[in-house]
């Protein structure tokens, strides 16, 4: 099966802090793996690295076969990131973000999908991106990148802030894309949602020895 | 996939109230001016109401337009302009562009909506309509400018308050400096795109290095 994501070696500091020491992590089109560990562990940082959104210490990501740290403006176009920032609407209504947000990617996207999946993620297409709360924009930023489709899906801790429905909603939701051939990594923290839409999980450890941290380690095992 | 930005752009802008009062600040003074100066106030240099109304509305534009882009475009700085630029998977220097060009589009018809007047102050002045015409295309030369150089210091600074003193104070002087060096008309017009243009690549290059990733 292709790889998608092939992480070798990845470190990040900051400062003097350690985040992230030799981090390798693999993943085939088509598989969900998922992050899990303590909130301070490194997932996020982990995450955006592998975003292009930070640029690691040192390591290699390669992207559909694209080198992320050389060319990461290249490797975006493979890739979408959902984390803890919200959207930023300046007004728009969540039918014209999704509207934005399809077109801007170059996917063909008729009104009707976008109606599609507004009505999926239970968000009224005429309401202000900007006044929704925090779930509401989960939900939006959610609904923009799976209807994007991306051959990579990272998110961090997507279902922060979404009620016991909408989880389920977004967890068949990403089970659909993900067996559509989407590649997801994704930060979790429930393992009810681990086992919903996860092949396997990375455990990030975080070890203390003095006042030093010590590198995160993952433990690959199946879900 | 610009388009996308372009309208995502002008959609923001459309719905801000402070375009609606802009617009409707501009034309009131441009009237005022040329009613109050043509018909009340004698011109002691000599000069025609035309030509210092001319002046007047450069002024203004210099002012106003800046302000307009400050106030108005959709304000992306600092990690939500690098969160931005990986949604859509684009290049900041894109969405740089896509600013430029829609908020240049704006200006245009803030130029266009002051034409009336304008075309009062060449009645009284006996000017032909083609003193109009270039007054007009220096208008939108000036929206164009005001776009790159608003945009340029909205990347620099992410504030819009310095924003706009910055870009109006540049403004000023680029326009004292074009009419001053270059009295022709079109060598004047096309100076300021030359600058506009030059701004806009600068710009968008600085970006590309600037909004690569999140601040750590």
């Known amino acids: ?223 | 996939m610009t388009v996308a930005l372009i309208t995502r752009e002008l959609i923001v802008v459309a719905r801000r109230p402070v375009l609606v009062a802009a617009v409707a600040l501009y034309v009131a003074l441009l009237a005022g001016f040329t009613l109050i100066w043509g018909l009340k106030l004698p011109a002691l240099t000599g000069a025609s109401v035309f030509e210092i109304l001319r002046v007047f509305h450069w002024g203004l534009l210099a002012t106003l337009m800046p302000w307009v882009v400050a106030r108005c475009h959709a304000l992306d700085r600092g990690d939500r302009f690098v969160m931005l630029s990986a949604l859509v998977a684009r290049r900041p220097s894109s969405i740089v562009l896509a600013k430029v060009l829609s908020l240049a589009g704006v200006l245009a018809l803030i130029a266009v909506a002051g034409a009336p007047a304008v075309i009062i102050a060449a009645k009284m002045s006996a000017l032909p309509f083609s003193a109009v015409t270039r007054d007009l295309a220096s208008a939108l030369s000036i929206g164009i400018l005001s776009s790159a150089i608003t945009i340029a210091w909205i990347l620099r600074t992410g504030d819009v308050f310095t924003s706009w003193i910055g870009s109006t104070v540049t403004m000023a002087a680029v326009l004292t400096a074009a009419a001053r060096l270059t009295p022709a008309p079109t060598a004047r017009d096309l100076s300021m795109l030359v600058i506009a243009a030059a701004v806009t690549a600068a710009a968008a290059a600085w970006s590309d290095r600037a909004f690569q990733y999140c601040h750590e």
């Not at chain 1, 981090?23 to 301070?40: K, S, W």
């Not at chain 1, 923290?189 to 203390?208: G, P, Q, Y």
Request: glycine share 10%; aromatic share 4%.
């Open chain 1, 1 to 223: 099966m292709t790889t998608v994501l092939r992480a070798s070696g990845l470190n990040k500091r900051f400062g003097a802090t350690i985040a992230l020491s030799g981090i390798d992590l693999q993943a085939a089109q088509g598989e969900c793996v998922g992050l899990v560990g303590p909130n301070g562990g490194g997932r996020s940082t982990l995450l955006k690295i592998l975003a292009t959104l930070l640029r690691p210490t040192a390591g290699s990501v390669e992207i559909c076969g694209v080198d992320a740290v050389r060319a990461p403006f290249d490797a975006r176009r493979h890739l979408a990131y959902v984390g803890e920032e919200g959207v930023a609407g300046h007004g728009l209504s969540a039918h014209e973000y999704l509207a934005f947000v399809a077109s801007a990617r170059g996917v063909q996207s008729p009104r009707s999908a976008i109606d599609d999946a507004l009505v999926r993620a239970g968000v009224h297409a005429a309401a202000d991106v900007d006044t929704l709360s925090t779930g509401g924009r989960r939900r939006v930023s959610l609904a923009a990148v799976l209807l994007v489709k991306p051959q990579l899906l990272l998110l961090d801790d997507p279902f922060a802030g979404l009620d016991a429905d909408a989880r389920v909603a977004f967890s068949v939701w990403l089970s659909e894309i993900r067996d559509g051939g989407t590649t997801i990594v994704a930060a979790l923290n429930e393992d009810r949602d681990v086992r919903a839409i996860c092949h396997r999980v990375v455990r990030l450890e975080v070890k203390t020895s003095g006042a030093h941290r010590v590198p995160a380690v993952p433990v690959v095992a199946s879900v």
